[in-house]
């Protein structure tokens, strides 16, 4: 059957499939959903180009439960089309909508934690989505999985059944909750999506509010969808893109929107994965999970390894120095001694008020510049505290 002047779907998918809409009429290459000939469950049909056909039969070989599953392709007439699950008509966008323009905090930090899950399996294969937004995080139904000869595809259940998604663990960091507390999401659209193999990307793909700086000169990365998705966690969490109104509530998590969001991609996090860890850190932490009081200590709060060697010398050395200046009676000392050693140093170099971050991207640090200004800062604090720790030994102010 056509469907539109000029367009004709290839006689090999008229016999297999009936055309229920089309969901892109303006475009060339349409995308329709469709129903398998003696099936009543929907399919999704989209003519994609050859680069992109490549790219979805490598994803087709991912079990990546947060990525729409694809069930054919079929390359007929010199044209290609991929045939995908249907998960329903309820984008992110239309979800936030029915929940009043934005989410919690929590529902959103898991949602972009299942969108990060989507991305690390696909990162994996040096596939770059290249257009992460709130249209293409499709809000499954609940449904069961059919096997047929034609491959997987979904019915839906009805509400009497009482089976839900068994989600397995992302592998990354949480285990995404079930749907009673908050949606279970698919990944879609991988038709403008990269192949890293390929070298350099020759167009610009994205859009406006969600697409990376990087990209409009051409430059692709798996950081490029780090911050496409820091856009999306911010608009689930505000109703807009960062662009418009930023997120502000949780320090925590504005540290993380902050980093994925960074104008330089070697700031922001190096992997999806990396993302998601963070993330489930701040939920662990919110429901009183595993951390507790450790993961609330600057230094500890990462959990990276070598983060944590530093701030346990660290403390060890304030420690050791406090306790000293104690038996020495040397009241001056337990005054400064936690402000110059202790208050100011964590605070700047962990920088848990934000100020330092702000102060680096004004500056367009680097890691390096970065590590090197927070060092030089802890080491003025050392020494100012030498100094006046001289000054009033010079002139006998000592307390004892």
């Not at 390359?75 to 929940?99: H, M, N, P």
């Not at 009183?288 to 403390?315: C, D, E, H, N, Q």
């Not at 971050?357 to 003025?380: D, K």
């Amino acid at each position: 059957m056509g469907s539109g002047e000029g367009w004709q779907l290839p006689a090999v998918l008229e016999q297999q499939y009936h055309i229920a809409e089309c969901l892109t009429p303006g475009k060339q290459m349409k995308t329709f959903t469709a129903f398998p000939d003696n099936l009543w469950c929907s399919v999704i049909m989209k003519e994609v180009n050859e680069g992109a056909f490549d790219i979805y039969k490598q994803i087709a070989d991912s079990s990546a439960p947060h990525v729409a599953q694809i069930h054919e392709f079929v390359q007929a007439d010199d044209r290609f089309f991929v045939v995908t699950e249907c998960i329903g008509d309820e984008s992110l966008v239309e979800y936030l909508q029915k929940c009043g323009g934005k989410l919690s905090e929590d529902t959103a930090l898991r949602i972009c934690i299942q969108i990060c899950d989507a991305l690390k399996s696909v990162h994996e294969k040096g596939i770059i989505h290249r257009d992460i937004k709130p249209w293409h995080v499709m809000i499954e139904e609940e449904n069961v999985s059919v096997k047929s000869g034609a491959g997987t595809r979904h019915e839906p259940l009805s509400s009497d059944v009482g089976i839900q998604h068994k989600i397995p663990d992302s592998g990354i960091g949480i285990q995404p909750s079930p749907p009673g507390d908050s949606p279970f999401i698919k990944l879609i659209d991988f038709s403008e999506s990269f192949d890293l193999k390929r070298g350099k990307p020759a167009d610009i793909v994205g859009t406006p509010g969600f697409q990376a700086p990087e990209s409009l000169i051409m430059q692709v990365s798996p950081r490029t969808d780090v911050y496409s998705t820091g856009c999306v966690l911010n608009y689930m969490l505000t109703g807009y893109e960062p662009g418009v109104i930023r997120y502000r509530g949780d320090r925590r998590i504005e540290l993380i929107i902050e980093k994925a969001l960074d104008i330089d991609p070697a700031n922001r996090f190096a992997s999806a994965a990396e993302f998601a860890r963070q993330l489930g850190i701040i939920l662990r932490m919110r429901e009183g999970g595993r951390g507790g009081v450790l993961s609330k200590i600057p230094g500890f709060r990462s959990r990276t390894w070598w983060k944590m060697m530093i701030a346990t010398a660290f403390y060890l050395a304030v420690a050791a120095c406090w306790v000293y200046s104690y038996r020495k009676r040397a009241i001056y000392d337990m005054i400064t001694i936690p402000l110059f050693w202790l208050i100011l140093p964590v605070t700047f170099f962990f920088d848990l008020t934000g100020l330092v971050s702000r102060l680096e991207r004004r500056l367009r640090m680097g890691p390096v510049a970065s590590a090197v200004f927070r060092t030089a800062f802890v080491i003025l604090c050392f020494e100012t505290y030498i100094l006046i720790a001289n000054f009033f030994t010079l002139y006998g102010w000592r307390i004892q």
